[in-house]
């Protein structure tokens, strides 16, 4: 009876060990979308905005803090920004990203984060030119990784990716999101 158990636990534990090497672990990545197209040269956003500033945001569950960063969202945002066309030294518009929540999970096999973020870009004397509130949500699967922490990384990395590509989107470029995390 012990070794058939032992069996039991091996064939279990392989299939588990196999996923687990599919995805590497480690820090947060980058929240940029892999794929950006620029704005047409005539728009109203080519070369348009000088600085991205925002606020840190709330994480709705303190212990994964370390999972989401605000500053390291805005450098993926400038970057992205900067790469769409948008963001250059000589802009005179300030894009505000005032990241409102990131909903993050305590446990479970599918692990669904969701972000809200609040994006205005005021002219050079403070007008409002653009208001809008994005929100996005990721959910990753057990198959994306068995570690919990780590479906929370890659959910957090790719609702960040989406939350970005739709500004992109909005304001005329082009961007791809994440890839898809699975059926919610």
Known sequence: MPRSMARRS???????LFLGACVQTGPMGSMAPGVIGPVAPGSAWANA??????TDGLVANPMWNAEFSGPGFRSDLAQS???AGILTAGGTYRLNADVQSVTQPQTGTRVQVAMVV???IHDATGRAVFDQTVTTSYTSPLGQ??????RLRIASENA??????????????????APTGGPL
């Open 145 to 150: 990784a068995v570690r919990g922490v780590d």
């Open 81 to 83: 920004l900067s790469r």
């Open 160 to 177: 960040a990716k989406d939350n970005i590509a739709l500004l992109l989107r909005s304001l005329g470029a082009s961007a791809e999101g």
């Open 10 to 16: 091996l064939l279990v534990a392989l299939p588990l």
């Open 49 to 54: 905005v000088g600085t991205v500033t925002g």
């Open 118 to 120: 609040h994006y205005t």
